[in-house]
């Protein structure tokens, strides 16, 4: 999907957040946290080689899409990463719960 769509009618939050602070949608695969090392890694390896498959990833760039092939520890880094961007950014906005 074309982004530039949306450019129209969406409002831009320049000034409305920390300087060098980019938005954009991602989904990732978790499992509980009990989940064994092995379970884990397997369900990695299997997601990644999906996502190395032409057809795959054809059909993910059709939908705007970009697959990251991250290993578990990058994905949890990744986590902890737009977990401490997110939270700056509602504490500079001076957002508090309701």
């Known amino acids: 999907m074309d982004s530039s ?3 129209s009618r969406a409002p831009s ?6 300087r060098g602070y980019e938005a ?5 695969v978790g499992a ?19 996502f190395a498959d032409p057809k795959i990833k ?7 899409g970009t ?3 991250l290993s578990p520890a990058d994905f949890g880094k990744f986590i902890a990463d ?3 961007k ?7 906005a001076g957002i508090k719960p309701e």
């Open 24 to 28: 954009s949608n991602w989904f990732g």
């Open 86 to 92: 997110w939270g700056n950014v509602i504490k500079f």
């Open 58 to 64: 054809a059909r993910l760039a059709d939908l705007g």
């Open 32 to 50: 509980p946290k009990a989940t064994p090392a092995e379970i884990v890694e397997k369900l990695n390896k299997e997601i990644n080689a999906g």
């Open 5 to 7: 769509i949306f450019k």
């Open 67 to 69: 697959p990251l092939a």
């Open 82 to 84: 737009e977990t401490e």
């Open 13 to 18: 939050n320049v000034g409305h957040a920390p």
